[in-house]
């Protein structure tokens, strides 16, 4: 039940509009006059006055937010595949950290390093080698993993840029040919945490290897669809992690490719359709707060802000019999009402705009 819905019926009990004993159109606000019935009146006389609850109209910045369910770990594994020809002799283990230049792998005893780039290899690179956006990744790599020596990393394989390949292939002790293969290096965006390895040692070194993801924790979240548009990559979100910790993050990735689960993991029941959902991952503005490997998040959304507006408790908003809204102001012996147009709802305030309504004027209200 919204909480108007709420006010609506709170107020059906209280109230009846039955008798407009008189009506003031001041601009857009208006007086509405209404009469209390008393349950088993018998007419022996005026019923007691009932005290009421009174609120003062006050001047407030309001936050509307929605709350999701997350999971703090290290994002969505992804899979990495080797493509060296040969018998794997070398494998990480579960929960180790691959970082550039570092062997991913090794077949017949030789490592296959991890290389960052967004551009996996795709032809092999050496003098003759035409300009691509893939010899920028080498030289970039080359650059930090201290063997440079060709100038800024750009597009244009030079013999500076052999020069560098020679040096860092002996620091592996590999064949020093100047040249790089897509078989020689696994290009990923980052470091690797490894998950789970499915390759096994004595096997071939082309096919899946293991199961990675990053090494910053993140929070994961399954949103349905029809919330996509409250998310966009750079907003600002609240994190409640498992024990209370509060932290802040922002969201860095909000997915394209739609989901469809029944929320537990497992096939939807027959007749009950599964939820449409997309990824998003939220980066925390210092990981260092979280404390956890994996936990349960709670990730509030601010999806709209008011700054100094006129609120009231909800409970002081009327549904009136007519249509609209209104607001029962207390003024000194006599109340009445005023009609107002409600904005914003959040924490159990409502903003309000009506003709003669300040800062200080005080509602009935029932909480």
């Known amino acids: 039940m919204t909480e108007i819905e709420q006010v609506r019926r709170t107020r059906r009990t209280r109230w009846l509009l039955a008798a407009l004993a008189g009506v003031a159109v001041l601009g857009t606000g208006a007086t509405v006059v209404v009469a209390r019935v008393a349950a088993g009146s018998d007419g022996d006389g005026p019923p007691p006055a009932e005290p009421v609850r009174t609120a003062e109209v006050t001047r407030a910045d309001l936050?509307?937010?929605?709350?999701?369910?997350?999971t703090l770990g290290y994002g969505s594994e992804r899979e990495v595949a080797g493509r060296k020809p040969g018998t794997i002799t070398w494998l990480p283990a579960?929960?180790?950290?691959?970082?550039?230049?570092?062997?991913?792998?090794?077949?017949?005893?030789?490592?296959?390093?991890?290389?960052?780039?967004?551009?996996?290899?795709?032809?092999?690179?050496?003098?003759?080698?035409?300009?691509?956006?893939?010899?920028?990744?080498?030289?970039?790599?080359?650059?930090?993993?201290?063997?440079?020596?060709?100038?800024?990393?750009?597009?244009?394989?030079?013999?500076?840029?052999?020069?560098?390949?020679?040096?860092?292939?002996?620091?592996?002790?590999?064949?020093?040919?100047?040249?790089?293969?897509?078989?020689?290096?696994?290009?990923?965006?980052?470091?690797?945490?490894?998950?789970?390895?499915?390759?096994?040692l004595g096997g071939e070194g082309t096919g899946p290897l293991l199961k990675a993801t990053g090494t910053e924790r993140v929070v994961t979240m399954e949103v349905e669809v029809a919330?996509?548009?409250?998310?966009?990559?750079?907003?600002?979100?609240?994190?409640?992690?498992?024990?209370?910790?509060?932290?802040?993050?922002?969201?860095?990735a909000v997915g394209s490719e739609v989901e469809t689960d029944s929320g537990s993991g497992e096939e939807a029941p027959p007749g009950q359709e599964e939820e449409p959902k997309v990824a998003v991952t939220v980066k925390l503005d210092d990981p260092n707060v979280a404390g956890f490997d994996s936990a349960p998040v709670e990730v509030v959304v601010t999806t709209?802000?008011?700054?100094?507006?006129?609120?009231?408790?909800?409970?002081?908003?009327?549904?009136?019999?007519?249509?609209?809204?209104?607001?029962?102001?207390?003024?000194?012996?006599?109340?009445?009402?005023?009609?107002?147009?409600?904005?914003?709802?959040?924490?159990?305030?409502?903003?309000?705009?009506?003709?003669?309504?300040?800062?200080?004027?005080?509602?009935?209200?029932?909480?």
């Open 63 to 70: 936050a509307q937010q929605e709350t999701m369910d997350g």
């Open 94 to 200: 579960p929960g180790d950290v691959v970082d550039r230049g570092a062997p991913v792998y090794k077949v017949d005893d030789k490592p296959v390093p991890l290389f960052y780039g967004a551009l996996p290899f795709y032809r092999e690179l050496g003098e003759g080698a035409g300009h691509g956006p893939d010899v920028k990744v080498l030289e970039e790599n080359l650059r930090d993993l201290g063997f440079g020596g060709f100038g800024k990393p750009d597009e244009k394989f030079t013999a500076a840029t052999a020069t560098a390949v020679r040096k860092w292939q002996k620091s592996l002790e590999l064949e020093e040919t100047g040249r790089v293969a897509p078989v020689d290096v696994v290009v990923d965006t980052g470091a690797l945490r490894v998950g789970t390895v499915s390759a096994k």
């Open 227 to 252: 919330k996509q548009g409250l998310l966009k990559v750079g907003d600002k979100v609240d994190l409640t992690i498992a024990g209370g910790k509060q932290a802040k993050g922002t969201v860095s």
């Open 304 to 367: 709209g802000q008011r700054e100094g507006v006129l609120v009231v408790p909800v409970g002081a908003l009327l549904a009136l019999a007519e249509g609209g809204y209104a607001v029962e102001v207390v003024d000194g012996a006599q109340r009445r009402l005023v009609a107002v147009d409600p904005g914003l709802f959040a924490g159990g305030r409502v903003e309000v705009t009506g003709e003669g309504l300040t800062e200080g004027t005080k509602v009935v209200t029932t909480s």
